[in-house]
């Protein structure tokens, strides 16, 4: 399922923190999935902090509209290039990416360096009720409301999706947008008509969606990370294209 993450990367580009109210002390996770999500999400109440980008300076905006545009000239070109780099490596540079080797590495430089910041805050309510973790919030937090995590089978359902554990994630980086080196799991639903390079050179026929839901902890300050993204395309435009961090 690795590949389908640069598939999506490689469409966006084409379409183009507060203090908890925990009062318990945080206990340490423990490599358990089931027992660290009981960990990392606490029955009660929590003030939560909404996490954003930074709005991008204008230099920025001017490569990234000259890297978006070369992509959308070469694309089949693109796809090729670019489908053996692993995920989370940086594309090697070619006058193809539609900038000079130095606007390109500036480029990646400013988006390696860019941090989530809070942009504001809302009250969220966690309820523990037999094997399962809901949440009860409004605003920015609607889509908590239709999260549920069910212990017993490890699985989260998220509107009509059952995401699955993919993975779990240990970060030893403090370079990246959190600031702060973490350990967490990753659950995943997904589907699509096809991911391999020809089917998605046929873009106007290509259909997928990716739901994904991210917890851990920040080794910085022992705070809970939560992420919520969600994708849609459909005949290879953008149907549906979300981000929620938080942190508490």
């Known amino acids: ?22 009062s318990t002390p945080r206990s340490p996770l423990t490599g358990d999935v089931l027992t660290d999500v009981g960990i990392l999400l606490p029955k009660g109440e929590v003030l939560v ?4 980008f930074p709005k991008p300076d204008p230099r920025k905006l001017e490569l990234m509209s000259k890297y978006q545009q070369a992509i959308k000239e070469h694309y089949e ?8 780099i692993p995920e989370g490596e940086s594309m090697p540079f070619h006058p193809n990416l539609g900038l000079t080797e130095e606007e390109y590495e500036e480029l990646i430089s400013s ?7 809070s942009s504001s805050q809302k009250e969220l309510k966690i309820i523990h009720k037999d094997n399962t973790i809901s949440f009860e919030s409004g605003g920015k937090l609607m889509y908590l409301n239709d999260i549920e995590f069910h212990l017993d089978k490890n699985t989260i359902s998220w509107w009509n999706y059952t995401l699955s554990l993919f993975d779990s994630t240990r970060v030893t980086d403090e370079q990246n947008a959190l600031g702060s080196s973490w350990k967490g799991y990753t659950w995943v639903y997904e589907s699509t008509n096809g991911v391999d ?6 873009i106007e026929k290509y259909k997928a969606k990716q739901y994904k839901i991210t917890i851990g902890r920040l080794d910085k300050n022992g705070k809970t990370f939560l992420n919520l993204k969600g994708r849609e395309y459909s005949n290879g435009a953008k149907q549906v294209d979300f981000e929620l961090p938080l942190v508490f």
């Open 1 to 22: 399922m690795t590949r389908i993450f640069s598939f999506f990367t490689i469409l966006l580009l084409i379409n183009s923190c507060g203090n908890s109210q925990i």
């Open 197 to 202: 390079v020809q089917q998605l050179k046929d």
């Open 111 to 117: 988006m390696n360096n860019v941090k989530l910041e």
């Open 49 to 52: 902090d909404i996490m954003g």
């Open 77 to 84: 070109w693109f796809i090729e290039y670019s489908k053996n």
